[in-house]
């Protein structure tokens, strides 16, 4: 298989680290690839031109993380990060939607900051910086578990570290010490460890 990627990406990262939980490391070949220079080959693989995406070993493209993510639970080895069924099924596919969503308010403000000056729109940067703050304080209350380990904790966990990284003087952790024993905890794990946002 093949996962087209590219290091910063917080929704590449759950691949990754599903990847590496599922013990499938080893069967997929990690390409880097820039979406927003149009990378030929993305473009040729993956008709939306975002990354991750995976190629699977009969040449069927798959996109979207959760979609991605869930596949790779599926075919791997070792305990579900998506319990197959009853209400923590639920659970943790809720969870994932919250996480990402928190991400893409962070992605948003970090696209609206990198239009030139003069386009920049102040009232959809505060927006996202609101929207942000509230779906943090929202994974702050539910405080997921890290043990044992599903893919809702998996993605607040990318989402935590990708703010950090991205916007570091936002402050997330303030007020918020359940996600930062989270953070912790899921940043000392080797299949986080290794995929670090550079
Ligand atoms: N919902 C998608 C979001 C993926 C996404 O936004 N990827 C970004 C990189 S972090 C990208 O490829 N952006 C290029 C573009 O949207 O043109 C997922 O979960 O995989």
């Given at each position: 298989?093949?996962?087209?990627?590219?290091a910063p990406?917080?929704?590449?990262?759950?691949?990754?680290?599903?990847?590496?939980?599922?013990?499938?490391?080893?069967?997929?070949?990690?390409v880097?690839?820039?979406?927003y220079a149009?990378?030929p080959?993305?473009?040729?693989?993956n008709?939306?031109?975002?990354?991750?995406?995976?190629?699977?070993d009969?040449?069927?493209?798959?996109?979207?993380?959760?979609?991605?993510?869930a596949?790779?639970?599926?075919?791997?080895?070792?305990?579900?990060?998506?319990?197959?069924?009853?209400e923590?099924?639920?659970?943790?596919?809720?969870?994932e939607?919250?996480a990402?969503?928190?991400?893409?308010?962070?992605?948003?403000?970090?696209l609206?900051?990198?239009?030139?000056?003069?386009e920049?729109?102040p009232?959809?940067i505060?927006?996202w910086?609101d929207?942000?703050?509230?779906?943090?304080?929202?994974?702050e209350?539910?405080?997921?578990p890290?043990d044992?380990l599903?893919?809702?904790?998996?993605?607040?966990g990318?989402?935590?570290?990708?703010i950090?990284?991205?916007h570091?003087d936002?402050?997330?952790?303030?007020?918020?010490?359940?996600?930062?024993?989270?953070?912790d905890?899921?940043?000392?794990?080797?299949?986080?460890?290794?995929t670090?946002?550079?």
């Amino acid at each position: 298989m093949r996962l087209y990627m590219s290091a910063p990406s917080p929704f590449v990262r759950k691949c990754r680290v599903v990847a590496r939980e599922k013990g499938l490391a080893d069967r997929i070949e990690e390409v880097l690839a820039d979406p927003y220079a149009n990378d030929p080959a993305l473009v040729a693989a993956n008709p939306i031109v975002q990354v991750p995406a995976l190629v699977d070993d009969e040449g069927v493209v798959w996109n979207d993380s959760p979609l991605i993510c869930a596949r790779l639970d599926a075919i791997g080895s070792g305990p579900r990060l998506i319990p197959e069924g009853g209400e923590a099924h639920w659970r943790v596919r809720r969870l994932e939607v919250l996480a990402d969503s928190a991400l893409e308010m962070g992605v948003k403000w970090i696209l609206e900051n990198r239009r030139p000056e003069g386009e920049r729109s102040p009232s959809w940067i505060q927006r996202w910086k609101d929207g942000l703050n509230r779906s943090l304080d929202a994974l702050e209350a539910w405080n997921p578990p890290a043990d044992p380990l599903d893919l809702g904790a998996i993605a607040t966990g990318c989402t935590l570290t990708w703010i950090g990284f991205r916007h570091p003087d936002f402050g997330w952790e303030e007020g918020r010490p359940n996600l930062v024993a989270l953070r912790d905890r899921l940043e000392a794990r080797e299949s986080f460890a290794q995929t670090r946002p550079s």
